[in-house]
C-alpha cells in the first residue's frame, strides 16, 4: 500500500464506501460515476498494483474471474448492446476496470465514452445528466447486486 | 462465424496477416496501428463472440490468459509506464483486447489514447507519425515475439 494511493484508502474499509456494489475477496466493486451509462460499475483490487503481471497466477486469476462476473451482472440487469471493459490507471497507477455498458441511444455508441466525460468536466449541465439521479443510482446498484448474488450462489 | 465481420476473416487465416505477432490456439495478437505507443498490440479472439460472458469458462480464463502473457511480453520488451487493457467492440463486436503501452513522453499520458487517435482521421500528418515507420514496426513485432518465446517456453 502506498499510503498516498486513493484506490488504497477506498478499498481499506470497503463498509464505508456510499455506492458500493459488492465485496469479493480480492476485489470490490462499486457504482461508475457516470450512469448515463446505466449498470457502469469500477472493479477495485483490494491490494495495490500497478500491472497485471505483479500478480501472483492464483490472484490475476481472480481478478479477472471477478471482473468477468461482474461485467456478465451488468449484462444480464440492463441487456446493453455492448460492454467495455477498460483498465488504464494513467491517472492512479491502481488497477481497476472499468465496466461500462453502453446502449444503443448513445448518440456516441461508437466511440470509448472519454470523449463525453472530457466534455462533462467543462460543462456542469452535462456532468448532471452523465452522472444520473441519486434515486436510479440506488436503484442500479440494487440490481446489480441482485445479478451477483444470483451469479455467485450458481457458482458456490 | 459471421461472413461480414472483418475478424473473422482476419482470423480465419493468420498466416495471412502482415503484421501477425503470436498465435495461441484461442487467440491472435497482431502489432496495433498506432506505433507511437510502441509495442501496441491487438488480441483477436480465434471465433466469434461479442462478450466474455458468451465463452465457456475454459475458453474465457485461457484468452484472458493470453492477454496477460501479451501485455507482459509488451511490458518487458518495452518497459512502458503503465499498459493500458481495453476491450471495447463498440464498431466491431469480435471479442478483441487493445494492449496499449503508455510512455511519460506523451503529452496525453494521463488520457486514453483514443482522442490522438480521433484527430489522426482528420490529419494525415499526425496518422503517420503515430503509425510509425515500417523499420520500427517490423523490429518492434521482433522484440514482441522474442519475449512471448521466453515467456511461453517458460510456461510449458
Same mark, same amino acid.
Request: glycine residues 0%.
Given at each position: 500500500m502506498t499510503t498516498a494511493c486513493p484506490l488504497c484508502e477506498k478499498t %481499506?474499509?470497503?463498509?464505508?464506501?456510499? $455506492?458500493?456494489?459488492w465485496e469479493f475477496p480480492l476485489s470490490v466493486a462499486v457504482l461508475g460515476e457516470w450512469q448515463q451509462y446505466r449498470g457502469y460499475c469500477v472493479l477495485l483490487l483490494r491490494k495495490h498494483g500497478?500491472?497485471?503481471? $505483479?500478480?501472483s497466477e492464483q490472484d490475476r486469476r481472480q481478478f479477472l474471474d471477478d471482473m468477468s462476473l461482474t461485467a456478465q451482472a451488468i449484462e444480464r440487469a440492463f441487456r446493453p448492446r455492448k460492454m467495455n471493459y477498460e483498465m488504464l490507471g494513467?491517472?492512479? +497507477?491502481?488497477m481497476h476496470w472499468h465496466l461500462i455498458p453502453r446502449y +444503443?441511444?448513445? +448518440?456516441? %455508441?461508437?466511440?470509448?465514452?472519454?470523449g463525453p466525460v472530457e466534455r462533462a468536466g467543462a460543462d456542469a449541465v452535462l456532468a448532471d445528466r452523465l452522472r444520473g439521479e441519486p434515486s436510479l443510482r440506488r436503484e442500479t446498484i440494487e440490481r446489480v447486486r441482485r445479478q451477483l448474488q444470483e451469479l455467485t450462489s450458481q457458482r458456490a
Open positions: %481499506a474499509d470497503p463498509n464505508q464506501l456510499s $455506492e458500493l456494489v500497478a500491472e497485471l503481471s $505483479e500478480l494513467n491517472q492512479v +497507477p491502481h +444503443p441511444d448513445d +448518440p456516441d %455508441a461508437r466511440q470509448p465514452i472519454w
